[in-house]
T-cell receptor, first 114, second 115 residues
Framework: KAGVTQTPRYLIKTRGQQVTLSCSPI?????VSWYQQTPGQGLQFLFE???????NKGNFPGRFSGRQFSNSRSEMNVSTLELGDSALYLC?????????????FGPGTRLTVL | DQQVKQNSPSLSVQEGRISILNCDYT??????FLWYKKYPAEGPTFLIS?????DKNEDGRFTVFLNKSAKHLSLHIVPSQPGDSAVYFC??????????????FGTGTKLQVIP
């Protein structure tokens, strides 16, 4: 099976712009979660989608949003970019999103905000 | 507020010796703990987990110990190999809060195994 794929792998934007990141989960996986990784904070949970519905949300401002499509692919959007949004954005999928399901991570999208 | 803490940003160990990575947590609701390994340019991969009803779980060269009273867990790698050089993340879940896949991660410890 192919792993979790994320596009694009690298992105450079300027402050005030918006950006959309894409994640394709492992085939058959229905849960997709997003994380932000920064050097000082580690991985921080953004949100989780299951069957096109947001099931959980982390402590991020409303500028961060996401959605999931019927084929389980997910996108996350960040509007009005700030310098502090520069980070590695990781997507993870799991079969049913049950609490004991293992999450499988993609390689991430490296976002740089200038 | 960092609920999962890895106070050692880095650790160097000789090949063949034991690597011990430490993790502390503050949220007493956490009842399931995981370790992930991350190589550069790759996403984290699951390594080993432990439920709060256990104090030890072993998988090959990897053993995780949990001390609930101290809110402390550790990952032991014996013997350490150069291929173990990576960043290790400690993570925790509250299984009964409806959090599903919500995982709280630590900041990571970079392990270097010296040949």
């Amino acid at each position: 099976k192919a792993g979790v794929t994320q596009t694009p792998r690298y992105l450079i934007k300027t402050r005030g712009q918006q950006v959309t990141l894409s994640c394709s989960p492992i085939s058959g996986h229905r849960s997709v979660s997003w994380y932000q990784q920064t050097p000082g904070q580690g991985l921080q949970f953004l949100f989780e989608y299951f069957s096109e519905t947001q099931r959980n949300k982390g402590n991020f401002p409303g500028r961060f949003s996401g959605r999931q499509f019927s084929n389980s692919r997910s996108e996350m959007n960040v509007s009005t970019l700030e310098l502090g949004d520069s980070a590695l954005y990781l997507c993870a999928s799991s079969p049913q999103g049950d609490v004991l399901d293992t999450q499988y991570f993609g390689p991430g999208t490296r976002l740089t905000v200038l | 507020d960092q609920q999962v803490k890895q106070n050692s940003p880095s650790l160097s160990v000789q090949e063949g010796r034991i690597s011990i990575l430490n993790c502390d947590y503050t949220n007493s609701m956490f009842d399931y703990f995981l370790w992930y390994k991350k190589y550069p340019a790759e996403g984290p991969t699951f390594l080993i987990s432990i439920s709060s009803i256990k104090d030890k779980n072993e998988d090959g060269r990897f053993t995780v110990f949990l001390n609930k009273s101290a809110k402390h867990l550790s990952l032991h790698i014996v013997p350490s190999q150069p291929g173990d050089s990576a960043v290790y993340f400690c993570a925790a879940k509250d299984l009964y809060s409806g959090g599903y896949q919500k995982v709280t991660f630590g900041t990571g410890t970079k392990l270097q195994v010296i040949p």
